[in-house]
C-alpha cells in the first residue's frame, strides 16, 4: 500500500492527511482522560451520585429515624479542582431529626463507664406537676406498638372469703397433705395451679378506712382494717395489744418483755456494748414477732427489722405489724431456706419464738447460722435461759452444746436472755475434729441460692477473702460500694463500682423530679415495695431524700442475684418469682415501683397475674409506679383500667421520643 501524499493547500500550506489528524486526536483525548485533575473530578462526582442515592434510601427505609452526619466523617473545606454538577433532588425529604435533649446513661463518650450523667426531669402534663387522674376511662386503644392485644373486661370482686387471702399459704387442698407433719411443711408456699389462681380483686373488709400514718400508726390502726380479735383474746394480759373504742392499741410489749421494748432493748445493750443499735448493728431479723414491737421500736435507733412470723393459729400478727407500718412478711423455718441471702443480719432475735433448734442435728439453727453476718449476734430470749425444771434444763444444754459445735461464742447470758456471737472466719471450723457434727457444707454450694432449696444441716463456711464481714458501719455502708460487688453474678466485670454508684445517682435525680413533679413528700408513704430492686439505688435514694418510709426491695428469680449487695448497704428485700403470687397480707403497701419489671418477665409470666398480684398487694389509696418500654404500655394502661385502677401516661425526662414511658396509677379508696 503507498503512503498518501501530503495535500498541498492554498497559498503552500501542508495540510496532514485525514488518518493522522484521526490519530492525533484520539492521543489527545487519553492524555486528558490520564490527567489526575480529571481522576479527582470523575471520583468527586461518583460519590456525590452514591450520597445522593444512599439518602433518598434511608428516607424511605425503616430506620430513617436514625441521622447520620457525613460532615463529621470528611473535613469542612477541601480543595475542589473543578464544581460538581449539581446533585439530582432526593426522592423524599428524610424526616426531622428529634429535638435535641441532654445526653443519658452511664457510658461516656469514649466508651467509658462514667457515673457522671445526667437523668432529666419526668414529664407531667398539668401545669402544677401533680397527676391528674380523670375519672372517666379512656375508649382510645394504644395500638403503635402494632402488637394485637387481649382486651380486657372489668375484673369481678372475689368472695368475701379473700378478704384475707394469701394465695400461696391459703391452699386448703395441699395444707391437708401435711396436717400430720411436725416440720411445719404446712405453713409453706404451695402455690395453687394456673386453673386455680387469682382471677379476680380482693375485697376490703367493710368499714375499711384509709391506714393512720406513720409514726402514729406504731401504737394504733383503726380496728376494722384488721378486725380480728384472737391476739387481743390470747396476748391481751402480755401487753401485747388491746382494743380501745374503734381502734387497736400496742403498748409496745412482748410475752418476754412486759415492760415495754425500749427497756428490753436498753438491757440488751447494757449486756453486750458491742452491739450498738444503728452504728454497727443495722439489720435485724425477729423470728417469731408476734405484732413486731421489738423492729417497731428499733426504728427509732436507725435499726431496720424484717419481722417474720408463720400464717398460724396466731394468724394475723404479720398484718397487724404492717399496718403498723413496720417491715414484715410471712416466712417460716420449716423445710426450705428462707429467701434472704446467706450473711444477710447483723443481729437475729428470738423472744419465745416456738422453734425447737436443736431438732434434725439443728437444721433450723444452722439456717439462723447461715443469715447471720460473721461477728454478728444471735439473742434468745425463752424459758431454758432462765428456768430450772428438768426437760428445760436439758433443752438449754442441746443448745449450749449445738452452739459450740458451730462455733459460735456465748458472750453474756444474764436473766431470761442469751447472747451468742458468730466468729468472724473459718479458723475454728477448720480446727475441728474432721468427724466432728455437723459437717461443713460442700464448698461449692451456693449459699445465696434459696428459692425453693431445701435446708441443709450443714455449716455454711465463710468467704475467705472476708466478704460480707467487712461492711462499713451505718450510714456510711449505704453508699460504700461492697466488696461482695465483686463476687455476685453480673454482666460488668470490671466497672462494677462505676455501675454501683452511676444506679445511685440515676435513682437520686429521679425520686428528686418525682417529689418535684408529684409531690412525693405529700403522700406520707409508709410501706414501699420495689419490684425490681436492682442493687437498691430507689431505696436509697428514698432514705437520702428524707421520705420517711421503708422499702421492700423484691429480687427477681429471672435476673442476677443482687441481693447481698443490698443487704450490704443496710437495706432489706427478698428473692421472688414474680410468676408466682408474694408472701404478704392483701393492703399491706402504699407505693409499688417497678421499673423494667414487665418487659423482662413478659417472656415467662402473664402481665395480667401479675397486676392482679399487685392490686392484692396494694392499700387502697395506694398507688403505682411503672417505668417500662412503651411497647407493654398499651396493655398495662388495659390492665390497669380493668382492675379499677386509674392511670396516667407520663413521659420521661429523656422526652416525647425516648423508649421509655412512666405509668403512674392509684387505686381510689
Same mark, same amino acid.
Given at each position: 500500500?503507498?503512503p ?20 492525533e ?6 492524555d486528558?482522560l490520564?490527567t ?10 461518583i $460519590?456525590?451520585?452514591?450520597?445522593v442515592f444512599?439518602?433518598s434510601?434511608?428516607?424511605s ?7 447520620f452526619?457525613y460532615?463529621? $466523617?470528611t ?8 464544581p460538581?454538577p449539581?446533585p439530582?433532588?432526593?426522592?423524599s425529604p ?10 443519658t446513661?452511664i ?7 462514667s ?9 407531667f402534663?398539668s401545669?402544677s406537676?401533680?397527676t391528674e387522674?380523670?375519672?372517666e376511662?379512656e ?6 406498638d402494632g ?6 373486661e ?8 379473700k378478704v ?25 408456699r ?7 389462681a387469682?382471677?379476680c ?19 394504733e390502726?383503726?380496728?376494722s382494717?384488721v378486725?380480728?380479735?384472737r391476739l387481743v383474746?390470747?396476748?391481751g394480759g402480755q ?5 380501745k373504742k374503734?381502734k387497736f ?8 418483755f412486759?415492760?415495754?421494748?425500749d ?5 440488751i445493750?447494757?449486756?453486750v ?5 444503728g ?24 435499726v ?11 394468724e ?7 399496718e403498723?407500718?413496720?417491715p ?12 434472704y ?11 419465745r419464738?416456738?422453734?425447737n ?5 439443728g437444721?433450723l ?6 443469715m ?10 425463752a424459758?431454758p435461759?432462765?428456768?430450772h425444771e428438768?426437760?428445760l434444763q436439758?433443752?438449754?444444754k ?6 459450740t ?13 442469751a447472747i ?5 472466719n ?5 480446727y475441728r475434729?474432721?468427724?466432728a ?5 460442700d ?5 445465696d441460692?434459696?428459692w425453693?432449696v431445701d435446708?441443709k ?6 468467704p475467705?477473702?472476708g466478704?460480707g ?5 451505718w450510714?456510711a ?7 461482695r ?7 460488668a ?11 445511685s445517682?440515676?435513682w ?19 410501706n414501699?415495695m420495689?419490684?425490681?430492686a436492682?442493687?437498691g ?26 441481693l447481698?449487695?443490698?443487704y ?22 402504699d407505693l409499688?415501683?417497678a421499673a423494667?419489671l414487665?418487659?423482662v418477665?413478659?417472656?415467662?409470666c402473664?402481665?395480667s397475674?401479675?397486676?392482679l ?15 417500662d ?6 396493655e398495662?394502661?388495659e390492665i390497669?383500667t ?14 416525647p421520643h425516648?423508649?421509655?414511658?412512666i405509668?403512674i396509677?392509684e387505686?381510689?379508696?
Amino acid at each position: 500500500m503507498k503512503p498518501t501524499a501530503p495535500v498541498v493547500g492554498v497559498g503552500g500550506a501542508t495540510t496532514p492527511p485525514p488518518m493522522a489528524m484521526a490519530m492525533e486526536s484520539s492521543t489527545t483525548i487519553t492524555d486528558i482522560l490520564k490527567t489526575p485533575k480529571f481522576v479527582k473530578f470523575t471520583a468527586i462526582a461518583i $460519590l456525590s451520585f452514591s450520597l445522593v442515592f444512599l439518602v433518598s434510601h434511608l428516607s424511605s427505609s425503616p430506620f430513617s429515624s436514625f441521622s447520620f452526619n457525613y460532615s463529621s $466523617l470528611t473535613p469542612q473545606t477541601s480543595p475542589q479542582l473543578s464544581p460538581p454538577p449539581p446533585p439530582p433532588p432526593p426522592l423524599s425529604p428524610p424526616p426531622s431529626p428529634p429535638p435535641a435533649v441532654r445526653r443519658t446513661g452511664i457510658i461516656d463518650e469514649t466508651g467509658a463507664m462514667s457515673d457522671e450523667f445526667f437523668v432529666g426531669d419526668s414529664g407531667f402534663n398539668s401545669t402544677s406537676g401533680v397527676t391528674e387522674f380523670g375519672d372517666e376511662e379512656e375508649e382510645k386503644k394504644d395500638t403503635s406498638d402494632g402488637e394485637a392485644r387481649v382486651k380486657f373486661e372489668k375484673f369481678k370482686v372475689c368472695e368475701k372469703g379473700k378478704v384475707d387471702y394469701i394465695p400461696c399459704l391459703d391452699n386448703e387442698e395441699a395444707i391437708k397433705l401435711f396436717n400430720k407433719s411436725e416440720k411445719g411443711e404446712k405453713y409453706e408456699r404451695h402455690c395453687p395451679g394456673k386453673d386455680k389462681a387469682l382471677d379476680c380483686v380482693v375485697p376490703r373488709p367493710e368499714g375499711y378506712q384509709r391506714p393512720i400514718p406513720w409514726p402514729q400508726s406504731r401504737d394504733e390502726v383503726w380496728f376494722s382494717n384488721v378486725p380480728h380479735t384472737r391476739l387481743v383474746e390470747d396476748k391481751g394480759g402480755q401487753n401485747w395489744i388491746s382494743i380501745k373504742k374503734d381502734k387497736f392499741i400496742f403498748p409496745g410489749g412482748g410475752t418476754q418483755f412486759i415492760h415495754g421494748a425500749d427497756q428490753y432493748l436498753n438491757q440488751i445493750s447494757q449486756m453486750v456494748p458491742e452491739i450498738s443499735f444503728g452504728h454497727h448493728i443495722r439489720v435485724a431479723l425477729d423470728i417469731g414477732c408476734g405484732v413486731a414491737s421489738f423492729g417497731a421500736f428499733l426504728l427509732q435507733r436507725n435499726v431496720t427489722t424484717l419481722s417474720i412470723a408463720p400464717k398460724d393459729v396466731h394468724e394475723n400478727q404479720i398484718q397487724f405489724a404492717l399496718e403498723r407500718g413496720v417491715p414484715a412478711m410471712v416466712a417460716v423455718f420449716a423445710t426450705h431456706r428462707l429467701l434472704y441471702p446467706s450473711q444477710a443480719f447483723d443481729l437475729i432475735h428470738c423472744s419465745r419464738c416456738r422453734i425447737n433448734w436443736t431438732r434434725d442435728d439443728g437444721i433450723l439453727l444452722l439456717e439462723a447460722n447461715r443469715m447471720l453476718r460473721a461477728g454478728g449476734y444471735f439473742v434468745w430470749a425463752a424459758q431454758p435461759v432462765y428456768k430450772h425444771e428438768e426437760i428445760l434444763q436439758e433443752q438449754w444444754k442441746e443448745m449450749e452444746d449445738l452452739t459450740t459445735r458451730i462455733c459460735w461464742e456465748l458472750v453474756k447470758k444474764e436473766g431470761y436472755i442469751a447472747i451468742w456471737r458468730k466468729p468472724l472466719n473459718n479458723s475454728c471450723y477448720l480446727y475441728r475434729d474432721s468427724e466432728a457434727s455437723p459437717a461443713l457444707c460442700d464448698p461449692d454450694d451456693n449459699t445465696d441460692n434459696v428459692w425453693y432449696v431445701d435446708l441443709k444441716a450443714c455449716i455454711t463456711q465463710l468467704p475467705e477473702n472476708g466478704y460480707g464481714s467487712n461492711v462499713s458501719t451505718w450510714p456510711a455502708r449505704l453508699h460504700y460500694p461492697p466488696y461482695r460487688l465483686q463476687s455476685i453474678e453480673m454482666d460488668a466485670q470490671i466497672s462494677r463500682k462505676e455501675i454501683f454508684r452511676a444506679e445511685s445517682k440515676y435513682w437520686n435525680e429521679i425520686i428528686f423530679s418525682y417529689i418535684r413533679a408529684f409531690r412525693w413528700k405529700e403522700m406520707k408513704l409508709r410501706n414501699v415495695m420495689d419490684m425490681r430492686a436492682g442493687l437498691g439505688g430507689f431505696a436509697a435514694a428514698l432514705h437520702d431524700l428524707h421520705i420517711d418510709c421503708w422499702v421492700m426491695n423484691v429480687v427477681p428469680v429471672s435476673g442476677f442475684n443482687t441481693l447481698p449487695v443490698i443487704y450490704d448497704r443496710g437495706l432489706i428485700g427478698v428473692i421472688h418469682d414474680w410468676c408466682e403470687p408474694f408472701d404478704t397480707y392483701p393492703r399491706t403497701y402504699d407505693l409499688l415501683h417497678a421499673a423494667g419489671l414487665f418487659s423482662v418477665e413478659k417472656k415467662r409470666c402473664n402481665m395480667s397475674t401479675i397486676m392482679l398480684e399487685m392490686d392484692r398487694m396494694l392499700r387502697p389509696g395506694g398507688r403505682v409506679y411503672i417505668r417500662d418500654s412503651v411497647t407493654v404500655m398499651g396493655e398495662l394502661q388495659e390492665i390497669a383500667t380493668a382492675l379499677g385502677w386509674v392511670p396516667a401516661l407520663h413521659e420521661t425526662g429523656e422526652g416525647p421520643h425516648a423508649s421509655w414511658k412512666i405509668l403512674i396509677s392509684e387505686k381510689r379508696m
